[in-house]
Each structure stands twice: as C-alpha cells, then as structure tokens.
C-alpha cells in the first residue's frame, strides 16, 4: 500500500510542475488551488488518470528508488495535467 502512495505522490510532483510552468509563463493567474478547484471534473479526472498510471507502474514491479521510474511517473502527472486541466486562462 505505501508503495502505491509513494508512486501516486512522486506523479503528483508532476502536476505540480505543469501548474507551476503556465503561472511562471504567465498562462494563468491561479494559484494551486484553484487551479485544482476550478474545473473539478477535470481535476478529477486528472487525479483518476494519475492512481491508474500509478498503479501500472507498481503492479508491472518496478522499484520506485529507479530514477527512470520516478522521472516517468512525474512525466506522467505532468503530461495528464497538461491534456486534462487547463484551469482558466
């Protein structure tokens, strides 16, 4: 179980970053929070998208402490964020 959590939090990293990229571009003027809160189904189906990408990961076997994981699990929060969650312009 807390490896599940362990990877859904490192693609979590991932979201984070995609918001962070469109505030510092000046794409957006909300913070986190609202980002997150905006458009709740999308953030929604973001954050469902996420544990699913997660839990592949995880039940293939691969081991979390692999650079190469954690650099496609926070790819893969960042690239969902970025087709989902568009937040307002």
């Known amino acids: 179980?807390?490896?599940y959590i362990t990877a859904i939090?490192?693609?979590l990293v991932g979201l984070v970053l995609h918001w962070f990229k469109r505030?510092?571009?000046g794409q957006t003027g909300d913070n986190f929070i609202d980002h997150l809160?905006?458009?709740k189904k999308?953030?929604?189906a973001t954050l469902i998208s996420l544990v699913g990408a997660a839990?592949?990961?995880v039940s293939v076997g691969i081991d979390l402490s692999d650079a190469q994981t954690i650099g496609t699990l926070i790819t893969t929060g960042?690239?969902?964020d970025?087709?989902?969650n568009k937040g307002s312009e």
């Open 23 to 25: 505030w510092w571009r």
């Open 78 to 80: 960042y690239t969902l």
């Open 1 to 3: 179980m807390v490896i």
């Open 42 to 44: 999308h953030t929604g």
């Open 55 to 57: 839990s592949a990961v």
């Open 9 to 11: 939090a490192i693609a």
């Open 37 to 39: 809160f905006i458009n």
């Open 82 to 84: 970025s087709l989902v």
